[in-house]
């Protein structure tokens, strides 16, 4: 097989450095160049809002390699210079300071921007959670606050109210949905969620559109509900999604639509790849364009590409999985769990604190999820890899 | 080759002990248990492959050779 003589990895973080490791694990020995905006050497994110948020991890803790592991990849990393533009025939990408880096191979992992309220001013207060510095200016505002509001109901909105609210502050949860993660988990396993908040308490105010912050010249001072209530608060997290951060492609001809469109080989053009948060690829399993944001798919995506750009020539498609640890729950779900899926819990029970749920919808389990029930999760994800048919599962229950 | 596991950083997501069963095993907590400090030849190239996937970049490996 062929190998490039050179490949360019456009953004440093967990994505684009499986894709650097995964290329010289597989006996890549050709250049390879790491180019990344941020000033941080690759680190990881999901932490920022558990770990270091709590202020239990010093934010050099997140860092995935240390210099000795980063140096034996033998490759030029260049940080705090983001990419602007890329030209796909020509194999070239150019950077804010003007550099200008060509490639046989080009892979795209330049992940999300949060997303920000329509008319979010920039008042001292209002915080977003994506990077290394946003956590640490986060956890510096939470120490001196009493008051927080979170607006958004999904992974990243619940954790970081759960860890505010850990911090012994004043919590409310505002969102769209009848319950917290509702549509990436269902009305069933949200509605779990929702009481352990609750117990904790958090307020939640669910089914609440946001219709602007308030403030004055010196910081923020809540948020103002649809139907005029404001929520007092001295901190306000938005964390309502992410948008793929493709604004430097939209001059490169490439097709965008909600993430880099690639095809099943998570190839975007000849020569182009994509992984991780920002790529939109064909899974040939479920005859789908599929766009994920976790942290295991981006690695394992980045083993794929590279596998791809070595010449191997196989589709990409895993089953999925994510966690998230909110207060001492640890959730994980392998496959796809989902609004409107069938549910039943198979082992525990939410009384007990610990249970294994089975998602399925056409009649086949597509994912597990497990509540403080890692083993057991583990173990049932074999029925997600195999498609069990749905009515075999009530032979399943041990609960 | 020798296996360094970090329980603080581990994650409990359990890819390690899909890859390689006979290295690595997850209490009931679901952290990590280090099976086998010196895996055999024949395991290294699902090792690096969990110290790749690990979420919780827990896995270290020394001289990876
Ligand atoms: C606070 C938080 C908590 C999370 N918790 C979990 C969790 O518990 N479980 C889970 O499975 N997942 C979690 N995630 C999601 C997980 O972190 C992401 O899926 C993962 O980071 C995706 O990796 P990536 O490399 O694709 O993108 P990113 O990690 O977003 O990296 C993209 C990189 O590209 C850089 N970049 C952007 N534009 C450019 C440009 N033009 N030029 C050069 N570089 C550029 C960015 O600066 C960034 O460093 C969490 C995410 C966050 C933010
Ligand atoms: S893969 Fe990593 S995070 Fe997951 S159980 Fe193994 S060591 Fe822990």
Known sequence: MTHPASVLVVGASVGGLAVAESLRRDGFAGALTLLGAERHPPYDRPPLSKKVLA???????????????LAKLEMTTILGDPAVHLDVLGRAVTTASGRRLTAESIVLATGLEPRRLPGQAPWPG???????????????????????????????????????????????????QTTLLASQLGPQIGGHLAALHTGRGVQLRLGAAVESLVGDEARVRGVRLAGGEVLPADVVVVAIGSRPATDW?????????????????????????????????????????LRLENRSNAVEQGAAVAANILGKDRPYTPVPFFWTDQYDVKIQVHGFAGADAQVIIVEGSPEA??????????????????????????????????????????????? | MRVIVDLEKCCGAGQCVLLAPKVFDQRDDGIVILLDEHPPEALHKAVREAACVCPGAAIKLEDPA
Not at chain 1, 56 to 66: G, I, M, N, Q
Not at chain 1, 130 to 156: F, I, K, M, P, W
Not at chain 1, 256 to 272: F, H, K, P, Q, T
């Open chain 1, 126 to 176: 209002v915080h977003v959670l994506r990077t290394l510095d946003d956590a640490v200016a986060l956890r510096t505002a939470l120490l001196a606050a009493s008051q927080v509001v979170v607006v958004g109901d999904g992974v990243l909105g619940t954790e970081a109210a759960a860890t505010a609210r850990a911090m012994g502050l004043a919590v409310t949860l505002v969102g769209p």
């Open chain 1, 55 to 69: 202020g239990e991890w010093e934010p050099d803790r997140t860092r995935l390699r240390a210099d000795a592991a």
């Open chain 1, 353 to 399: 604190g610990q249970f294994a749920a089975l998602y399925g919808s056409a009649g086949k389990v597509t994912g597990v999820l497990g509540w403080n029930m890692v083993k057991q999760t583990r173990a049932l994800r074999q029925h997600v890899v195999e498609a069990t048919d749905w009515s075999l599962v009530n032979s399943l229950r041990k609960s």
């Open chain 1, 249 to 289: 492609l939209f001059d490169s001809g490439l097709r965008l639509g909600d993430g880099v469109v690639c095809d099943s080989r998570c190839r975007a053009a000849e020569g182009i790849y994509a992984v991780g948060d920002v790529a939109r690829w064909h899974h040939e399993g479920l005859g789908a364009a």
